[in-house]
Nanobody, 119 residues
Framework: QVQLVESGGGLVPAGGSLRLSCAAS????????MGWYRQAPGKQRELVAT???????NYADSVKGRFIISRDNAKNTVSLQMNSLKPEDTAVYYC?????????????WGQGTQVTVSS
């Protein structure tokens, strides 16, 4: 089991920055993949940025060059630095973790944190 607690959402004007953090309840070395997804009203949840296989990062095309995902192994946290925010970045942001045991993948979600970008 992995519990995930997000923090750092809020309201910011277009062009501003926010930093989201996700704290895991166990060592992130034991987590196969960890990162951020988002869901805007009326839309499906989508990948924003993730770590997998230790340090391999993957970003959605819409956030490349603006968002940076990072990890602090000592604090078991993964953070998302969001710069040059746009109104279309408005969504609930969810932390996600995947663990693998034998051939089964287990997926965990945080409670979500609202990010609102005003135009």
């Amino acid at each position: 089991q992995v519990q995930l607690v997000e923090s750092g959402g809020g309201l910011v004007p277009a062009g501003g920055s926010l930093r989201l953090s996700c704290a895991a309840s166990r060592s992130i070395f034991s987590i196969a993949a960890m990162g951020w997804y988002r869901q805007a009203p009326g839309k499906q949840r989508e990948l924003v940025a993730t770590f997998s296989s230790g340090s391999v990062t993957n970003y959605a095309d819409s956030v490349k060059g603006r968002f940076i995902i990072s990890r602090d192994n000592a604090k078991n946290t993964v953070s998302l630095q969001m710069n040059s925010l746009k109104p279309e970045d408005t969504a609930v942001y969810y932390c996600n973790a995947k663990t693998v045991r034998l051939t089964t993948t287990y997926e965990y979600w945080g409670q979500g944190t609202q990010v609102t970008v005003s135009s």
